[in-house]
């Protein structure tokens, strides 16, 4: 929300930076005018109270603080470089096409925006609100991929998917024209409009990877796995692992909501979740509060959330390395039984530790 939010408002001061130096050609602003984003930001910050399950007055505060954590997290404070881990991580085989595929849409948008700014006549024009707006957020886009982010907050990937929205017409445009040079390079005449429909051979086998239909066809299953699931119970702890963390189970989500309605703000949560996902759908906190459990030893009075994966297998993820990303794990230890159990649902523990061991 706020990433849209603070574009609107940087495209509005450029157009009004532009007309006052005389570039922006367009007298009347369909979406872009203060009125809309004055509006806008009253619905987000709607939204954000409710999502927050709160009316006081801190509310405010904490979402000013909310918005400036997440974007130092997202570049900023973290290990990971994304294009360096793009390019030294190996995915599995249908992983690694997807990669390509993603690849190609990147250059496709490129070139679909130079061919905007570099001829006269264009479907878009680069004084119209729309393409400034996308500048911006291919700014921002390019700026997550250089600099350093938090995976769960808001990494390239995340980015990526909210961004499209505005950038597939210039991938559209892109990849016509790509073809459109390809065929004069080769000499080869054929209609225009087959150009589009070349285009749409790409995106259709572009649909098929990351969907996840090719990679189930190839017996590769991280980007299906509700489709394999009967497979991934009876795996290793891993899989089970990826896939209970991407698909919380109804016990994980009932003591993620039992935990935001009545802990103490005051005092940390600790967790094996790398990405915090069924927390963060229910606590509106900074994300230095979730810890992992590992350190456990080192602390006394924190919340420790056990999730369903906890309890089934007896294991605690340990997240480390920030190109390899690879997962270890640790035996719970008897000593979770001499802390506080204050919730239990017979999937999702929570205890209350108080003392350090």
């Not at 570049?75 to 997807?98: A, D």
């Not at 004069?184 to 209609?191: A, S, Y």
Request: charged fraction near 15%; include cysteine; hydrophobic fraction near 45%.
């Amino acid at each position: 929300t706020y990433i849209f939010m603070f574009a609107f408002i940087i495209a509005l001061c450029i157009i009004y930076m532009m007309k006052i130096i005389g570039k922006f050609k367009n007298e009347r602003l369909s979406l872009l005018n203060t009125n809309y984003i004055l509006i806008y930001i009253l619905i987000a910050f709607i939204w954000y109270t409710i999502t927050a399950q709160s009316i006081n007055f801190n509310v405010l505060v904490n979402y000013v603080y909310h918005i400036a954590n997440s974007i130092l997290d997202m570049y900023f404070f973290s290990e990971n470089v994304p294009i360096t881990q793009l390019l030294v991580h190996k995915f599995y085989l249908s992983g690694e096409i997807i990669k390509f595929l993603y690849l190609l849409i990147t250059i496709f948008i490129l070139i679909g925006i130079f061919d905007i700014l570099l001829r006269r006549k264009s479907i878009l024009r680069p004084d119209s609100e729309y393409f400034i707006i996308s500048m911006i957020l291919f700014s921002f886009l390019g700026i997550s991929f250089v600099g350093r982010f938090s995976e769960y907050m808001m990494g390239p990937f995340r980015l990526y998917q909210l961004t499209s929205t505005f950038l597939a017409p210039f991938c559209i445009i892109g990849g016509v024209s790509s073809i459109e040079n390809i065929t004069k390079v080769l000499k080869v005449k054929i209609h225009t409009k087959w150009y589009l429909r070349f285009f749409s051979v790409f995106m259709t086998i572009f649909l098929l990877f990351n969907s996840g239909v090719a990679p189930v066809l190839m017996n590769e299953y991280p980007n299906a796995l509700p489709i394999y699931y009967p497979e991934i119970i009876h795996s290793n702890p891993y899989d089970k692992e990826k896939f209970y963390r991407k698909y919380p189970t109804i016990y994980d989500v009932a003591s993620a909501q039992w935990i935001g309605k009545y802990r103490k703000s005051t005092i940390k949560i600790y967790s094996d979740d790398p990405y915090k996902g069924v927390l963060f759908m229910y606590i509106t906190v900074n994300s230095s509060e979730y810890v992992g459990l590992y350190k456990l030893s080192q602390v006394k009075y924190v919340y420790v959330h056990l999730r369903y994966f906890n309890v089934l297998e007896r294991l605690i993820l340990k997240y480390r390395g920030a190109f390899t990303r690879t997962y270890t794990f640790i035996q719970i230890s008897n000593k979770f039984n001499k802390y506080n159990k204050i919730y239990t649902n017979s999937g999702s523990n929570i205890f209350y530790k108080t003392s350090f061991f």
